[in-house]
């Protein structure tokens, strides 16, 4: 069973920076596809960005591209996404996930493993 566990969240003023982390255990995720979700307040979860573990592609929404960065140190089974030039739209709980295909795909109903979510807020 796979497990994930986000950290890093927190408030931060527009302009500033995060990092996030998700965790993995219970398998390795050779081949596999991780990505970072979002949602916020009375909206659906939406697609951030993916990464592919078998050839490190990604991919990005267009809101966060060129502002955000995902990466993954595979030694410590842990993905990353670093968060700059935050804007108060960013605002949203945000969530880890990863899957069992190889293809990036960023609808939710895609992914098969969840972490619990950490809440960013970003104050103007």
């Known amino acids: 069973q796979v497990r994930l566990v986000e950290s890093g969240g927190g408030l931060v003023q527009a302009g500033g920076s995060l990092r996030l982390s998700c965790a993995a255990s219970?398998?390795?995720?050779?081949?596999?596809?991780m990505a970072w979700f979002r949602q916020a307040p009375g909206k659906e979860r939406v697609f951030v960005t993916a990464?592919?573990?078998?050839?490190?592609?990604?991919f990005y929404a267009d809101s966060v591209k060129g502002r955000f960065t995902i990466s993954r140190d595979s030694a410590k089974n842990t993905m990353y996404l670093q968060m700059n030039s935050l804007k108060p739209e960013d605002t949203a709980v945000y969530y880890c996930?990863?899957?069992?295909?190889?293809?990036?795909?960023?609808?939710?109903?895609?992914?098969?493993?969840w972490g619990q979510g950490t809440q960013v807020t970003v104050s103007s």
């Open positions: 219970g398998r390795t995720f050779v081949g596999y596809v």
């Open positions: 990464l592919s573990t078998s050839d490190s592609t990604t």
């Open positions: 996930a990863a899957k069992d295909t190889r293809y990036i795909a960023m609808r939710v109903r895609e992914y098969d493993y």
